[in-house]
């Protein structure tokens, strides 16, 4: 099992910034595909940015390319989303998953193994 709990979320004004982070715990190591996913309200989850296992690969959804970056310190056991120039439409929950394989672009929720609680991010105009 594992464990996935994310932090950093808040209340921002359009073009201002926010670091998410997403700590995992339990039969954790580095083997894992990590991914960032969001829900707005009245909307389905959606895709944001994975990165691979060793961190050299990384996908965004084109909605978020050029604001957002994925990382992730396998030491520490932590996967960071770095949101910049944030528009009101990514106002969400944002929500940390973790997936056993390689595919970086599995936006599919239900292969994914791992889900946190979520954290919301707001975005004023």
């Known amino acids: 099992q594992v464990q996935l709990v994310e932090s950093g979320g808040g209340l921002v004004q359009a073009g201002g910034s926010l670091r998410l982070s997403c700590a995992a715990s339990?039969?954790?190591?580095?083997?894992?595909?990590m991914g960032w996913f969001r829900q707005a309200p009245g909307k389905a989850r959606e895709l944001v940015a994975t990165i691979s296992s060793s961190g050299g690969r990384t996908n965004y959804a084109d909605s978020v390319k050029g604001r957002f970056t994925i990382s992730r310190d396998n030491a520490k056991n932590t996967v960071d989303l770095q949101m910049n120039s944030l528009k009101p439409e990514d106002t969400a929950v944002y929500y940390c998953?973790?997936?056993?394989?390689?595919?970086?672009?599995?936006?599919?929720?239900?292969?994914?193994?791992?889900w946190g609680q979520g954290t919301q991010v707001t975005v004023s105009s």
């Open positions: 998953a973790a997936r056993l394989g390689s595919d970086i672009t599995v936006a599919t929720m239900s292969f994914w193994n791992y």
């Open positions: 339990g039969r954790t190591g580095s083997r894992y595909t």
